[in-house]
Nanobody, 126 residues
Framework: QVQLVESGGGLVQAGDSLRLSCAASGRTVSSSSMAWFRQAPGKEREFVARISWTNINTYADSVKGRFTISRDNAKNTVYLQMNSLKPEDTAVYYC????????????????????WGQGTQVTVSS
């Protein structure tokens, strides 16, 4: 069974940085596409970043140049480094993985991901 556990969220000021972690069990992150999504109060869940099993990174326009997704294969963990945080980045951040290990890379649509973590809250004050 695949389990994803996020950590690293918190309350920061605008301009600060945070690094989120997603520890995976039951899934080898080096052979799986992994993604980060976020959901702000009253809004739909939105795509943030994806690292494919082919090592291609993709970002939402709203975070491009500020956020970086990466993975540590030895720790079986995926990270989201968030720099120059803005109040509009405030949300619960979720780690996600698709059912398939390799093959077609999932898009930015949340319904293409089958496994989700419990989320970690990120709050950015102005």
């Amino acid at each position: 069974q695949v389990q994803l556990v996020e950590s690293g969220g918190g309350l920061v000021q605008a301009g600060d940085s945070l690094r989120l972690s997603c520890a995976a069990s039951g899934r080898t992150v080096s052979s799986s596409s992994m993604a980060w999504f976020r959901q702000a109060p009253g809004k739909e869940r939105e795509f943030v970043a994806r690292i494919s099993w082919t090592n291609i990174n993709t970002y939402a326009d709203s975070v491009k140049g500020r956020f970086t997704i990466s993975r540590d294969n030895a720790k079986n963990t995926v990270y989201l480094q968030m720099n120059s945080l803005k109040p509009e980045d405030t949300a619960v951040y979720y780690c996600a993985a698709p059912m398939r290990v390799r093959g077609a890379i999932p898009s930015s649509r949340s319904n293409e991901y089958d496994y989700w973590g419990q989320g970690t809250q990120v709050t950015v004050s102005s």
